[in-house]
């Protein structure tokens, strides 16, 4: 893979540039068939020099091929939105990847409704850290075949754009004739394509079918680039085995063919890896466990149990209530192939219990492998949701799953069809050669099929990844390495293995090559257990369960570290690395990946961001250079801070203790807005920056001596806030929790503090927002000064027309005076949560002075055109901002310390004060408006106090 780091200087940057478009040239000009023009190549190349010239903070990464597979870095594009950042990055990006902006369009997965994917689920926050948004490439409405351009999104103001995943085609002009594309499967193409599904082993046996059919442009495979054509993409069926073949539409050559089953193939004994695991039936023993979101019926209605199997079933006393069940619950139906499906049932008068208990007797195989099915299925299933609350497809109810199956590939295997979207079971037999295996429906296999499924409905292929995702899944879910002991009707040996070099690029079989994706997951894991004990498997299932939402293609790329290292992230800048840089960089350096390059130095904060400096400039803040690949250029630490929109510079102090500083703050109003950026160079010359993009993104403080909660309202109680409808027909003010609604994403999956409740608009499943008109939430009397109180709170907003008629106001009152705005948010927040203060600053702008008698009220609007708009309010809090300094007899220079400082400022100022007197006379302490021989004793008297040094 070749890649392009910046530099300090554009000119490597361009030098590096011309290597590789010229090894890209002659790539090109070797490919089989009909290849590129190299005019079309040097003229990509142009484009990716400009955009690295005008994106200081970008990389990319290459296929094989030299087409671009990955951008990355830092303020790749910004918006007021994820989806107008998106935006912005196909526009700017679209020459350098070879298409036109008007082919990107936008892609919906599964049972989703916008091309938004929420990732990174933090349940500390109750928010997503990312917004993916997905791509498909088209031309006069035609798909081109394989592509995909996922963008993520940071869900923070600026909303930048932090990677972009890309496998897309070159079309060079290509246009179609609208007669090509409404013309059907041509005679030639049909026999082609039958001819060549008669080649495929599994459909050599028996008549095969054409299922479906629809035209796309193929432009090429992976980092196979050529020429568009019009072509047929067919779905190939012969019983339950179905296949996708796609042939040129004009000849009816076969293009490329995949499978639409994925299944676990173990026939071929002889190649199985020999290792340990977690077991079969036949290796483990059984114990009881619930039977969660069960169907239960009963007075002929359904019921479903919770997590823990139980449900309340409405009754009378001395009524016999019969009640009854099959394995088949809210998200999962499991169907018994060998024979009639199991079920429960018992007679009872109330209060019971009834007991319904499966596998009772625990000797048969069939009703073992159906209740492993099912407990097994909707443990992985919430174990995916607790990571992504919104996964994809996961909201649906009756996924099939066949088990105890001795058809098709069976014994010995276990298969995820894609088309019917059902995991398939076999029950225990003895193969072709001769090998005994046993039933398949156990944890490790369940877990590697279902992980099919999740890789299917996030856009992916399948694939190497496929099968390295499914042992990953099951290796992170079950903390182990081993996937399917006692595969063998032995328990001694297992399938595959985590712990395996494996590595990529890899060309060998899919299962094997999809070890090395796992093997980075477990290695990994063995290094964060060392550095995170407690959450190692949090971290890490967290990563690999959203990661699968930014995949392309079915390879597993030596880059695809990147998409970990995005996620991993905190800060919007994978170049001074992530909070778990070193163990995700070393699990996955072990099996080939190549690690994206560091900035020389980074930027820390060890005591954090202040929330307050002093107005009299006497607070500092303590700033941390970290030597990453490079060492720091002494002497080049600064602050830029904007007073009243003034730039002020402070230079950084040592403070002798390594790479640690101390920024003194500048003077400002007490109660007013206090911006600021840190800068420093490394001794190569590169310039960081914290933000990283400042001054376009910046830290904020405010100026204050010291501030007190005076009031914090997390909205679990009823406190005297009051919803009013106005004019709007739906989606009015609401306290309680949020509702998850898998099919209406736009709704916050958690209030902002983790209290449990908070108000919001419209909460209710389904369609909940805001309609046609406005919703007010108006707050009870608060007793705020309007001189030295600030207000702040959270609040979450998701808008899809930004013209600013769609927003939520912010409005003040001190009840004598008419209501004022004081705030406006007209920007699409993501799926994230943001702090928003109303400052002393601010109320003095509105003109008014009633002390105690303050209302705020926050009024939503959905008004023309209608579109949606979700917002909600949570921790809000009233802090009283304290602007008088501590005094200390004979502190002249105002640093809260009597020393050698204030005694020279006093010397300075020998003799009679300047007039006015008081108060222009600092050094006056006795005060008699003459600095003499009395203020000096004071100052003696006072001599070391204050508060005791930093260590």
Same mark, same amino acid.
């Not at 590129?36 to 484009?47: H, I, K, P, Q, R």
């Not at 996937?483 to 293995?497: E, K, V």
């Given at each position: 893979m070749?890649?392009?780091?910046?530099?300090p200087?554009?000119?490597?940057?361009i030098?590096?540039?011309?290597?590789?478009s010229?090894?890209l040239?002659?790539f090109?000009?070797q490919t089989?068939?009909q290849s590129m023009?190299d005019?079309a190549a040097?003229t990509?190349?142009?484009?990716?020099?400009?955009?690295?010239e005008s994106?200081?903070?970008?990389?990319?990464s290459?296929?094989?091929?030299?087409g671009i597979?990955r951008v990355?870095?830092?303020n790749l594009?910004?918006?007021?939105s994820?989806?107008?950042?998106a935006a912005?990055?196909c526009?700017?990006?679209?020459?350098?990847?070879g298409?036109?902006?008007?082919?990107?369009?936008p892609?919906?997965?599964?049972q989703?409704?916008?091309?938004?994917?929420?990732?990174l689920?933090?349940?500390?926050?109750?928010?997503y850290r990312?917004?993916?948004?997905?791509?498909?490439?088209?031309r006069?409405?035609?798909?081109?075949?394989?592509s995909r351009?996922?963008?993520?999104?940071?869900?923070?103001p600026g909303?930048?754009?932090?990677?972009a995943?890309?496998?897309? /085609?070159?079309?060079?002009?290509?246009q179609?004739?609208?007669?090509?594309?409404?013309? +059907?499967i041509?005679?030639l193409? !049909?026999?082609?394509?039958l $001819?060549?599904?008669?080649?495929i082993?599994?459909?050599?046996?028996?008549r095969?079918?054409?299922?479906e059919q629809?035209?796309?442009?193929?432009?090429?495979i992976?980092?196979d !680039?050529r020429?568009?054509?019009?072509?047929?993409?067919?779905?190939v069926q012969?019983g339950?085995?179905?296949?996708?073949?796609v042939a040129?539409a004009?000849t009816?050559?076969?293009?490329?063919?995949?499978?639409l089953i994925?299944r676990?193939?173990?026939?071929?004994?002889?190649n199985?890896f020999s290792t340990?695991?977690i077991?079969?039936?036949?290796c483990?023993?059984?114990?009881v466990a619930?039977?969660?979101?069960?169907?239960i019926?009963a007075n002929n209605?359904?019921?479903?149990?919770?997590?823990f199997?139980?449900v309340?079933?409405?009754?009378?006393?001395?009524?016999?209530i019969?009640?009854s $069940?099959?394995?088949?619950g809210?998200?999962?139906a499991?169907t018994?192939?060998a024979?009639?499906?199991?079920?429960?049932m018992?007679?009872?008068a109330? =209060?019971g219990?009834?007991i319904?208990t499966?596998?009772?007797?625990?000797?048969?195989e069939?009703?073992?492998a159906?209740?492993?099915a099912?407990?097994?299925?909707n443990?992985?299933?919430?174990?995916?949701?607790?990571?992504?609350p919104?996964f994809?497809?996961?909201?649906?109810?009756?996924?099939p799953?066949?088990?105890?199956r001795d058809?098709?590939?069976?014994? +010995?295997?276990?298969?995820?069809d894609i088309?019917?979207?059902?995991?398939?079971?076999?029950?225990?037999?003895?193969?072709d050669?001769?090998?005994?295996f046993?039933n398949?429906?156990?944890?490790s296999?369940i877990y590697?099929?279902?992980?099919?499924?999740?890789v299917?409905?996030s856009?992916?292929?399948?694939g190497?990844?496929?099968e390295?995702f499914g042992d990953?899944?099951s290796?992170?879910?079950l903390?182990?390495?081993?996937?399917g002991f006692g595969?063998?009707?032995?328990?001694?040996d297992?399938?595959?293995?985590?712990?395996?070099?494996v590595?990529v690029?890899?060309?060998?079989?899919?299962?094997?090559?999809?070890?090395?994706l796992?093997g980075?997951?477990?290695?990994?894991r063995?290094?964060?257990?060392?550095?995170?004990p407690?959450?190692?498997q949090d971290?890490l299932?967290?990563l690999?369960?959203?990661?699968?939402?930014l995949?392309i293609?079915?390879t597993?790329?030596?880059?695809?570290?990147?998409?970990?290292?995005?996620l991993?992230?905190?800060?919007?800048n994978?170049?001074d690395?992530?909070?778990?840089?070193?163990?995700?960089?070393?699990?996955f350096?072990? !099996?080939?990946?190549?690690i994206?390059?560091?900035d020389?130095?980074?930027?820390?904060?060890?005591q954090?961001l202040?929330?307050i400096?002093?107005?009299?400039g006497?607070?500092?803040?303590?700033?941390?250079?970290?030597?990453?690949?490079?060492?720091?250029?002494?002497?080049?630490?600064s602050?830029?801070?904007?007073i009243?929109?003034v730039?002020v510079?402070?230079?950084a102090?040592?403070?002798?203790r390594?790479?640690a500083f101390?920024?003194?703050?500048?003077?400002?109003?007490?109660?007013? /807005?206090?911006?600021?950026?840190?800068?420093a160079?490394a001794?190569?010359?590169?310039?960081?920056?914290s933000?990283f993009?400042a001054? $376009?993104?910046?830290?904020?403080?405010?100026?204050?001596y010291?501030?007190?909660?005076?009031m914090?309202?997390?909205?679990?109680?009823?406190?005297?806030?009051?919803?009013?409808p106005l004019?709007?027909?739906d989606?009015?003010w609401e306290?309680g929790?949020?509702?998850?609604?898998?099919?209406?994403?736009?709704?916050p999956?958690?209030d902002?503090?983790?209290s449990?409740?908070c108000?919001?608009?419209?909460?209710?499943p389904?369609?909940?927002?805001v309609?046609?008109?406005?919703?007010r939430l108006?707050?009870?009397?608060?007793n705020?000064?309007v001189?030295s109180?600030?207000?702040?709170?959270?609040?979450y907003?998701?808008?899809?027309?930004?013209?600013?008629?769609?927003?939520?106001?912010?409005e003040?009152t001190?009840?004598?005076s008419p209501?004022?705005e004081?705030?406006?948010?007209d920007?699409?927040g993501?799926?994230?949560?943001?702090?928003a203060r109303?400052?002393p600053?601010?109320?003095?702008?509105?003109g008014?002075t009633?002390?105690?008698?303050?209302?705020?009220?926050?009024t939503v609007?959905?008004?023309?055109?209608?579109?949606?708009?979700?917002?909600?309010?949570?921790?809000? /809090?009233i802090n009283?901002l304290?602007c008088?300094p501590d005094?200390i007899? +004979?502190?002249?220079?105002g640093?809260l310390?009597?020393?050698v400082?204030?005694?020279l400022?006093l010397?300075d100022a020998?003799?009679?004060?300047p007039?006015?007197?008081?108060p222009n006379?600092?050094?006056?302490?006795s005060?008699?408006?003459?600095?003499?021989?009395f203020?000096?004793?004071?100052?003696?008297n006072?001599?070391?106090?204050g508060? =005791?040094p930093?260590?």
């Amino acid at each position: 893979m070749a890649e392009i780091r910046p530099g300090p200087l554009h000119g490597g940057r361009i030098s590096a540039l011309i290597g590789v478009s010229a090894l890209l040239l002659v790539f090109i000009s070797q490919t089989s068939g009909q290849s590129m023009s190299d005019g079309a190549a040097a003229t990509t190349e142009v484009a990716v020099q400009s955009f690295l010239e005008s994106h200081q903070f970008a990389s990319v990464s290459r296929d094989q091929a030299g087409g671009i597979r990955r951008v990355y870095g830092r303020n790749l594009a910004t918006g007021n939105s994820a989806v107008a950042s998106a935006a912005a990055l196909c526009r700017n990006a679209a020459p350098m990847l070879g298409v036109k902006i008007d082919d990107l369009a936008p892609t919906a997965l599964p049972q989703r409704q916008a091309n938004e994917i929420p990732v990174l689920y933090d349940p500390a926050t109750g928010s997503y850290r990312f917004t993916a948004l997905h791509f498909t490439q088209q031309r006069d409405g035609v798909d081109v075949y394989g592509s995909r351009l996922v963008v993520l999104v940071r869900n923070q103001p600026g909303f930048s754009v932090v990677l972009a995943n890309a496998q897309l /085609r070159n079309l060079h002009g290509y246009q179609i004739a609208r007669a090509d594309v409404e013309s +059907g499967i041509t005679d030639l193409t !049909h026999q082609s394509v039958l $001819a060549h599904a008669g080649d495929i082993s599994e459909l050599q046996q028996g008549r095969a079918q054409i299922v479906e059919q629809r035209k796309v442009i193929f432009a090429g495979i992976g980092n196979d !680039h050529r020429m568009p054509r019009l072509a047929d993409s067919v779905v190939v069926q012969k019983g339950t085995e179905k296949w996708r073949i796609v042939a040129d539409a004009e000849t009816g050559v076969i293009l490329d063919h995949k499978p639409l089953i994925c299944r676990i193939d173990l026939i071929t004994i002889a190649n199985a890896f020999s290792t340990e695991g977690i077991g079969a039936d036949i290796c483990e023993n059984e114990s009881v466990a619930p039977l969660p979101f069960l169907a239960i019926n009963a007075n002929n209605t359904v019921y479903y149990t919770n997590k823990f199997g139980s449900v309340t079933v409405p009754g009378q006393a001395q009524q016999t209530i019969t009640v009854s $069940a099959g394995l088949v619950g809210r998200w999962f139906a499991v169907t018994n192939a060998a024979g009639p499906s199991s079920m429960a049932m018992q007679s009872i008068a109330p =209060p019971g219990p009834a007991i319904l208990t499966f596998n009772a007797t625990n000797l048969s195989e069939h009703e073992r492998a159906e209740v492993n099915a099912y407990i097994q299925a909707n443990r992985i299933r919430d174990f995916v949701l607790k990571y992504n609350p919104i996964f994809p497809t996961l909201g649906g109810q009756g996924f099939p799953i066949v088990v105890n199956r001795d058809d098709l590939f069976c014994p +010995g295997n276990a298969w995820y069809d894609i088309p019917t979207a059902s995991l398939n079971f076999c029950e225990a037999g003895v193969g072709d050669t001769g090998q005994s295996f046993p039933n398949t429906a156990w944890s490790s296999i369940i877990y590697h099929e279902f992980g099919h499924h999740i890789v299917e409905v996030s856009g992916s292929g399948q694939g190497q990844y496929g099968e390295g995702f499914g042992d990953a899944l099951s290796t992170v879910m079950l903390d182990s390495p081993l996937i399917g002991f006692g595969y063998f009707d032995n328990c001694t040996d297992s399938l595959r293995t985590a712990d395996t070099g494996v590595s990529v690029p890899c060309s060998s079989s899919i299962h094997f090559c999809g070890q090395a994706l796992s093997g980075c997951i477990w290695d990994t894991r063995n290094e964060l257990i060392n550095t995170d004990p407690q959450e190692y498997q949090d971290i890490l299932a967290n990563l690999l369960v959203n990661s699968v939402l930014l995949h392309i293609g079915s390879t597993i790329e030596q880059d695809l570290v990147i998409d970990f290292l995005t996620l991993d992230d905190d800060n919007a800048n994978i170049f001074d690395g992530s909070p778990h840089f070193d163990a995700i960089t070393t699990g996955f350096a072990a !099996h080939g990946m190549i690690i994206p390059p560091l900035d020389p130095i980074s930027i820390d904060f060890p005591q954090g961001l202040p929330s307050i400096i002093a107005p009299n400039g006497t607070s500092t803040i303590e700033v941390s250079i970290v030597p990453l690949s490079g060492m720091l250029e002494p002497g080049t630490v600064s602050a830029t801070f904007l007073i009243n929109g003034v730039p002020v510079v402070k230079q950084a102090q040592p403070t002798g203790r390594g790479n640690a500083f101390t920024i003194s703050t500048p003077s400002a109003t007490c109660g007013s /807005r206090v911006q600021y950026w840190v800068t420093a160079q490394a001794t190569d010359g590169t310039a960081i920056m914290s933000p990283f993009d400042a001054p $376009a993104n910046v830290h904020e403080t405010v100026a204050a001596y010291d501030q007190t909660e005076i009031m914090r309202e997390d909205f679990e109680q009823e406190n005297g806030w009051t919803s009013l409808p106005l004019d709007a027909t739906d989606g009015w003010w609401e306290r309680g929790e949020p509702i998850s609604d898998f099919l209406w994403t736009y709704g916050p999956p958690a209030d902002s503090d983790g209290s449990g409740s908070c108000w919001l608009t419209g909460n209710h499943p389904g369609n909940s927002d805001v309609d046609d008109g406005s919703v007010r939430l108006v707050s009870p009397i608060l007793n705020v000064s309007v001189d030295s109180g600030m207000l702040e709170y959270d609040y979450y907003l998701r808008l899809t027309n930004e013209n600013g008629n769609d927003r939520i106001v912010v409005e003040l009152t001190d009840g004598l005076s008419p209501w004022v705005e004081v705030a406006r948010h007209d920007l699409d927040g993501g799926f994230a949560w943001h702090n928003a203060r109303i400052t002393p600053d601010d109320m003095a702008t509105t003109g008014l002075t009633n002390t105690g008698t303050v209302q705020i009220r926050f009024t939503v609007s959905d008004l023309t055109p209608q579109s949606v708009v979700e917002a909600g309010i949570d921790n809000f /809090r009233i802090n009283e901002l304290d602007c008088q300094p501590d005094i200390i007899p +004979g502190d002249v220079n105002g640093d809260l310390s009597v020393d050698v400082f204030d005694l020279l400022d006093l010397l300075d100022a020998w003799g009679d004060c300047p007039q006015p007197c008081p108060p222009n006379c600092p050094a006056d302490i006795s005060p008699d408006c003459s600095v003499d021989v009395f203020d000096l004793l004071f100052l003696l008297n006072s001599w070391g106090s204050g508060p =005791p040094p930093s260590p």
